[in-house]
């Protein structure tokens, strides 16, 4: 049985598709932390933090991806790449707040 973020990266999961992204790996896990969704679009590939919410009382998801949290993202990914063939990249977040979706594209872009 899945929790309710379990549930939130199927959701995620399933509207990233919709969108066109094909998801190349799910839950990467290696010392630095996790990666709930790994995805490709365009040739890029898409790091996706998902977020998900039952209700306000905490504020939105995407706003609890701190900047602590972006940095052990980006570890997490360079230890993804490592040894695999250099590719444009970058990092997505998905918050589901209330069943709403909100999808932040290059969320730690400048």
């Known amino acids: 049985m899945l929790g309710l973020g ?8 399933k509207y990233l598709v919709s969108q ?8 990467f896990r290696c010392k630095f932390g996790e990666i709930d969704i790994i995805a490709r679009k365009g040739g890029v590939l ?8 039952s209700g306000s009382g905490f ?4 706003e609890s991806v701190t ?17 695999r063939p250099p590719t444009a990249a970058r ?5 589901i707040d209330s069943g709403k979706i909100t999808h932040i594209q290059n969320a730690f872009g400048a």
Request: hydrophobic share 40%; glycine share 12%.
């Open 46 to 53: 898409v790091f996706v933090e998902v977020k998900t919410r």
């Open 20 to 27: 066109g992204y094909e998801i190349v790996e799910r839950n």
């Open 91 to 95: 990092f997505d977040v998905v918050s």
């Open 6 to 13: 379990g549930k939130g990266e199927k959701q995620a999961e």
């Open 67 to 83: 900047q602590k949290k972006q940095e052990k993202l980006l570890l997490t990914a360079q230890a993804y790449m490592a040894g």
């Open 59 to 62: 504020g939105m998801g995407f």
